[in-house]
């Protein structure tokens, strides 16, 4: 198996993209080998996706599926690619597609999508790439649960975004948009793929609680207090004034920390987002499922640790692919999905990550990736197991 990505600057002229995209695909010559191949498509949110994208999949031999975000991870290390199509070649692999995602039908659905792709693959799959659409009808935790091998095969992905102002938020699968549905795809074959997360790890205050009341993807109560009280007795403000906007972007540079404990604990914390605050009941919501149990606390999200953190994970994942070569393993791809809130934090040098990510780059390999409303990504994979999460705040590698 092999991987190749092709990238297009250009944001006005809709035929210029569908040419640059498609002439970079020909170059390689997969007449041969085209039905061994799929295609996953990332779009700039700025993008008029609906003018080309289903002529693109016309133009391919191949199935191609994506999504849009609100900035890319590419070979180039601005911030002004449009679109990037990595093609992943002579593959053993299955794409399948959700219906529409609501609370109720989240799991179930999920659980058929993947039995669907997992009827056409040869071999068992080494891992499942997982991409969504996030709204009020449905949890990054949902989604992963409902994946009937999520404590056996890494998933990885992320979670599509907007432009944070009037682009809307879309998932791409074969040529239609599909908003509301997620996508799955399956790789097996003669693959091992590793994985690095990293998060926040700056504390805002060092005042820690443990989960006493939560259901639902809701905190609601942190010892004796509720969330809000918490927040409060951290340092933080919560009074309706400060609250500017989404108070996603209010509290985007206070994420939350979380040690799980007890059974679901692997030593590694997981960070999430506070997306809506209830200032009279005094809860938080979260998008993420958090048991009661579990520590909590608040970070602080800085410019200088987003950079030592992606210096971290990129130079943890090249010494995982360099132990895997030697006992015979190949890698030609890292699939990138660095967290919104990051690329909003180094806002003025938006670069940074791009940058530290291509510098260090292993030779031979190609990156692809995207600025996510969340992050899909093991925090440990050992012995034919592995604990899949959902993160925020975070940036998360794929090498296979």
Do not use: W
């Not at 979670?159 to 809307?168: C, F, K, V, Y």
């Not at 791409?172 to 793929?193: A, R």
């Amino acid at each position: 198996m092999h991987s190749f990505t092709v990238t297009t600057r250009e944001q006005i002229d809709m035929d210029v993209v569908l040419e640059e995209l498609a002439e970079g695909v020909e170059v390689y010559d997969l007449k041969d080998s085209a039905s061994r191949c799929f295609g996953i498509l990332m779009v700039d949110a700025n993008l008029e996706i609906s003018e080309f994208f289903g002529r693109l999949q016309s133009r391919l031999r191949f199935p191609v599926a994506g999504f849009t975000a609100v900035s890319l991870i590419s070979e180039i290390r601005d911030d002004s690619a449009s679109a990037v199509l990595t093609v992943v070649c002579d593959a053993d692999y299955a794409l399948q597609l959700t219906a529409p995602l609501t609370l109720s039908n989240c799991e179930q659905e999920m659980e058929t999508a993947y039995f669907k792709a997992r009827s056409s693959l040869v071999a068992d799959p080494k891992v499942v790439f997982l991409f969504a659409p996030l709204y009020p009808d449905v949890m990054m935790d949902d989604m992963i649960r409902g994946i009937p091998v999520s404590r056996e095969i890494p998933i990885f992905g992320g979670i599509a975004s907007d432009n944070q102002l009037d682009g809307t938020m879309n998932m791409l699968y074969k040529g239609e948009l599909c908003p509301e549905q997620s996508i799955l795809v399956l790789l097996g074959g003669h693959i091992e793929p590793v994985f690095e997360v990293v998060n926040a790890q700056t504390m805002y205050s060092e005042k820690k609680g443990l989960i006493t009341q939560s259901e639902s993807g809701f905190i609601n109560r942190v010892g004796g207090r509720t969330f809000k009280d918490f927040m409060e007795y951290c340092g933080l403000r919560t009074d309706e004034n400060y609250q500017t906007g989404q108070i996603m972007t209010t509290y985007a540079t206070n994420p939350v920390k979380i040690i799980m404990n007890g059974e679901d604990d692997d030593g590694v914390p997981v960070v999430h987002n506070i997306f809506d605050l209830d200032r009279e009941k005094g809860s938080i919501f979260m998008a993420a499922r958090v048991p009661e149990g579990a520590e909590v606390s608040i970070c602080h999200l800085k410019r200088d640790n987003i950079v030592t953190s992606t210096q971290d994970c990129i130079e943890r994942l090249a010494d995982k692919i360099k132990a895997n070569e030697a006992h015979g393993a190949r890698y030609s791809m890292i699939l990138a999905v660095s967290c919104g809130g990051r690329y909003f934090v180094i806002t003025g040098n938006n670069n940074i990550e791009r940058e530290i990510l291509n510098s260090r780059l292993p030779e031979r390999m190609s990156i692809a990736g995207f600025y996510a409303s969340g992050e899909i990504c093991p925090t440990s994979v050992a012995q034919s197991a592995a604990v899949n999460r959902s993160h925020h705040s975070s940036l998360v590698l794929c090498a296979f």
